[in-house]
């Protein structure tokens, strides 16, 4: 399984834009990259999936460069809310190994 | 819809009891997971069943034994507690194939 580096925590202001960058420069050829947001004493909730490119959904937007070898979250406008961990991961298809994610805060 | 159901939510076990942490999903997937999180730390998976009548061994799986009841239901059992087992324990499940995992709620287990 790839394994995925990201920054252990970020701060943000309530209104900005939040992007958390992942390496995974071993990622495989049937690798999909997963982000996952976990709240306190709540398990991970998925946001959102993607293999290349571009993926945008309610939630966040995933981008993803042709090389694959890293991948970033982009959070618009984050709220109070938005504090959480979150994780990024190779998944394909099977079990899922979780890395120590990003603990982003986002203040008033 | 119920989703991912765990059970029982909180439990105090002394050095030495056994206990059976329950899991049942209402979404028809094949897949089940069990990891368990310390404070400050990522999910570690402890064991899975990729599907019914199959169970594998995770990262952690020391001190554990897991069943496949059935598709809908994937239980947890400590043998004899230990106080490493303090920890908070989620059950997962999965449709086959990269489809995310849908989390339960989690059990805090606290081994004095």
């Known amino acids: 399984l790839a394994k995925t580096t990201q920054p252990i925590s970020m701060d943000s202001y309530e209104g900005q834009e939040v992007n958390i960058t992942c390496s995974h420069n071993?990622?495989?050829?049937?690798?999909?990259i997963t982000w996952y947001q976990q709240f306190p004493s709540q398990g991970p909730r998925f946001i959102i999936q993607?293999?290349?490119t571009k993926v945008t959904n309610e939630v966040a937007s995933l981008f993803i460069p042709a090389d694959r070898k890293s991948s970033t979250l982009s959070l618009p406008r984050v709220s109070l809310s938005d504090t959480a961990v979150y994780y990024c991961?190779?998944?394909?298809?099977?079990?899922?190994?979780f890395g120590q994610g990003t603990e982003l805060s986002v203040k008033p | 819809n119920a989703g991912v159901t765990q059970t029982p939510k909180f439990q105090v076990l002394k050095t030495g009891q056994s206990m059976t942490l329950q899991c049942a999903q209402d979404?028809?997937?094949?897949?089940m997971y069990w990891y368990r999180q310390d404070p400050g730390m990522g999910l570690r998976l402890i064991y899975y069943?990729?599907?019914?009548?199959?169970?594998d061994k995770g990262e952690v799986p020391n001190g554990y034994n897991v069943s496949r009841l059935n598709k809908r239901e994937f239980s947890l059992r400590l043998e004899s507690a230990a106080p490493s087992q303090t920890s908070v324990y989620f059950c997962?499940?999965?449709?086959?194939?990269?489809?995310?995992?849908?989390f339960g709620s989690g059990t805090r287990l606290t081994v004095v």
């Open positions: 997962a499940s999965s449709r086959t194939g990269n489809y995310g995992y849908t």
């Open positions: 071993n990622i495989a050829t049937n690798d999909y």
């Open positions: 993607g293999y290349k």
């Open positions: 991961l190779a998944d394909q298809g099977g079990k899922l190994i």
């Open positions: 979404m028809n997937h094949n897949s």
């Open positions: 069943s990729a599907s019914e009548g199959t169970t």
